[in-house]
């Protein structure tokens, strides 16, 4: 049983920055695909960034990109979302996403992922 838990939400001014954790346990997730998502309230999921456990490899949205970073801690299983310069357009829901064996043109569809954890807010001010 995959189980993702995400911390380090909260709030913060803008142009501040914060660091989201997603702790992962159940599977040895080598192969696997960690994402992050977020919701703001009446909008879409959202993809934010993803990386491949194996590789290391990371993949940002556009409207984070030069901004946020993933990266991971195999050592720790977990996942981390580097957030910087922060806009109030940030605020929202942050989800913690796995699955194993996505194509790389998948990475960004919400519906590519089995595994969620329960999400953390995120608030910047003005």
């Known amino acids: 049983q995959v189980q993702l838990v995400e911390s380090g939400g909260g709030l913060v001014q803008a142009g501040g920055s914060l660091r989201l954790s997603c702790a992962a346990s159940?599977?040895?997730?080598?192969?696997?695909?960690m994402a992050w998502f977020r919701q703001a309230p009446g909008k879409e999921r959202e993809f934010v960034g993803a990386i491949r456990w194996s590789t290391g490899s990371t993949y940002d949205a556009d409207s984070v990109k030069g901004r946020f970073t993933v990266s991971r801690d195999s050592a720790k299983n977990t996942v981390y979302l580097h957030m910087n310069s922060l806009k109030p357009e940030d605020t929202a829901v942050y989800y913690c996403?796995?699955?194993?064996?996505?194509?790389?043109?998948?990475?960004?569809?919400?519906?590519?992922?089995?595994?969620w954890g329960q999400g953390t807010q995120v608030t910047v001010s003005s």
């Open positions: 159940g599977r040895t997730f080598t192969y696997y695909v």
């Open positions: 996403a796995a699955d194993t064996a996505l194509h790389a043109g998948r990475y960004s569809d919400y519906r590519s992922y089995r595994y």
